[in-house]
Structures are given as structure tokens and as C-alpha cells.
């Protein structure tokens, strides 16, 4: 690995913490002002909506800048935001309006700094597909561990201490985060075929994501796990709760297990990839996700259902290593950011879908109903985009984005120019 990927790890890995100490504590924050569910829920999605909003443009907009300095300058505006909130904090003025801006001004820095540093890291690693994965599966295993397992404790012991103390936690990762990210080494500016108005180079964007049958594939597997996933948790409080018996920790030990599985299948993704090549090794990890939320909803206790989460996370652990290694390895320079926005809007949008699907066919039905209807859902996928992901396609993918293909190759090409979906 090269020497400027230990940066961007350590950057990342640090940032990561402070978005776990923020992820718990801009909740509990607003639990301090309102106890009315619907302001609580506003806070909560304000954090999304950027993506919804804005993501193929932000993608646009990343592919036209240079990416390290769009990195560096969205943890730098973060940090200033959250200095800003935590001054709000010391003096009393914080409210429900104040907070739903931050999360959403939050949540646009990030699309534009994960969109940066999705299209900047294939750039670093000179697009090595088999250097992509082992980079990929080190970031989503630090993330975990940091977002998931240190940051929300010590978001809530840090929020103990005073309102404003999570807050500086999180700006103070984030102007670290900025300082490592600047010393990155600086790479050339991927320039577009044919010069566009921004609109359209983010319509050819997605256009280039939905006539190409393998990223397509890619993009839906995300899309369609998150209605599934939302579906499930939606009710897995209650369902933990009701069915299992157990009670907030024994549900936190649940939620644990889910990630502890989610640490294993990102250590040994680059493996499955090696072994069952990467097509096969995607098609498997979306049939254990599938079959594993089926064994959630028959569970007998929460041993079992501990198991099944675990089993289900390793799954999605792998996945969200092998795909995004794969899509950066075979798009080329000048789509990256926009390719990856695409992708990323789509799964953003599908998750209130599952949440809307989740409630309804609890209230409708059974608790039980949303987790089979989830895993029929997630079955149903595997086989879908099985063919669209399979290994013959991704090889053909890889061969066609080799330095051997050349300039004229087709996928150097602009979507404006030629369909992809001829050569793929």
C-alpha cells in the first residue's frame, strides 16, 4: 500500500470516531429540548436529506474539483460547524431548528467529502482492483469499529460532561481529519471528454450507472437491501422486545452482534473475493444476508437471533467491500464522483421505503411479517442482479478498464459519447 493510504486511513478512522460521538449525541441532544417524536424525527432526517436532495449534483460537482481539497475543506467547514453549535450550546441557544441545520449541513459535508474520497482512492492506489479491496475492507473495518463500537459510548459519556463537550469532540476529529487528508498526495484532475453544463454531466452520470448492467447490479444491491434492512429495523426493537423477551441492554448486545459480524465480513472480503471471484462472492454474500434475516424472524430466543444478526452483518460486511472496490476499479476517473452519488442516492432513497414497509405490515399484519417480507425481498435480489454481477461480467469489466484498453478503449469513454452497456 502506499505511503499517502496510511493518511487517509488514519484520517478517516478519526473522523469515523467523531461521527459515532455525534451520531449519539445530536439525538440525546434534542431529547433535552423536545419529547415530541415528530421533532425528533425531523433532526434524524435532516442528516439524509442532502443525499436525496443533492447527490448526483454533489457528484457532478465532485468530479469537476480536485478531490483532495474537497476533502480537506468539508472536515474543515464540519469542524467550524460543530465549533459553531457548541458555542450555541455554552450559551443556551440551542433549539430543534438549530440542530435539524447542523445534521443537514453535517450530512451535505460528508456527501461531498465520502464522494471525494470514494473518487480520490482508486487515484491513489492506481486503480489495482486486488489493492482497492484490501484498501477498502481496512477503512470499513476502522469505520465499524469507530462509528459503531467507541463513538456512541463516548458520545454519551462525553454528553454527561456538558452539552457542548461532544460537539468539540467531534470538531476536534474533524480538523485532524482535514490536517492528514491536505497531506495526501496531490493527483491530477480527471478532465471530462466534452465540456457540460453541470446538470447535464450529472444526468450522464446516472444515465451511465442505469445502461450499464453490471453497475446497475452494483447500485441495486444497496437499494433494494436498505427497503429490507429498514423493514427490519423499523420493528427489531419491538420484535427483541415482544417475541424474544429482552429487555434495552440485552437489545444493545443484539445490536452488537450485528456489527461484530459486520468487522468479520469486511476482514474477509478480499479472501472471498480471491476464492470464489468477486461475481460469485456477491452473489453468496446477498443469499447468507437473505437466509440469515429468515433465521431472525424463526428465531426461538435471542441466542439465535444474536447469531442470525451476526451471520446477516458479515454479509452486508462484505459486500460493502467487495462492491464499491469493483465499481472504482472498472469506472474511469472523470465519472467516479457522480458514479458513486448515483449509487449512494439510490440506497439513500430506498431507505424510507423499507421504513414506511416495515411499520405498515407490523401494523397490518404480524411483528414477524416485515422480516419475512425482508427476507423474501433480499432472496428475490440474489436472484435478480446474480447474472448482473456474475463473474464472466466482471472479469469482462475489469479487462475492459485495464490500462491495456487505452484511450480508445470504450470504458474510457464518456456515457455522452458511447453506451457502455454495448461493451458490458
Known sequence: MPPGFGRLWTAQTISSLGDGVTHAALPLLALTLTRDPMALAVVTAAGTLPWLLFGVLGGALVDRWDRRRTMWLADTVRAVLLGISAGAAVLDVLS??????VAFLLGLGGLFFDTAATAYLPDLLGRDPALLERANSRLRVAQTAMSGFAGPPAGSVLLALGRAVPLLADALSFMLSALLVRALPAMPRPVPV???SLLRQARAGASYVFRNRLLLGLALRPAVGNVAFLAVETVLALFAHDRLGIDTYGFGLLLTAEATGGLLGAGIASYLGRRLGTGTALTC???VEGLAILGLAAAPNPYVAGLALAVCGAGMGATMVLGPSLRQAIVPAHLMGRVASTSRMLAMCAAPVGAFLGGWLATAYDIRTPLYAAAVLLLAMTAVTASMTGNRRVEAALRAA??????????????AQENASDVL
Open 96 to 101: 430543534i431548528p438549530l440542530l435539524a441545520a
Open 402 to 415: 485495464s490500462p491495456a484498453g487505452g484511450p480508445d478503449h470504450p470504458a474510457s469513454k464518456d456515457p
Open 285 to 287: 454474500t446477498a443469499a
Open 194 to 196: 466534452v465540456r457540460e
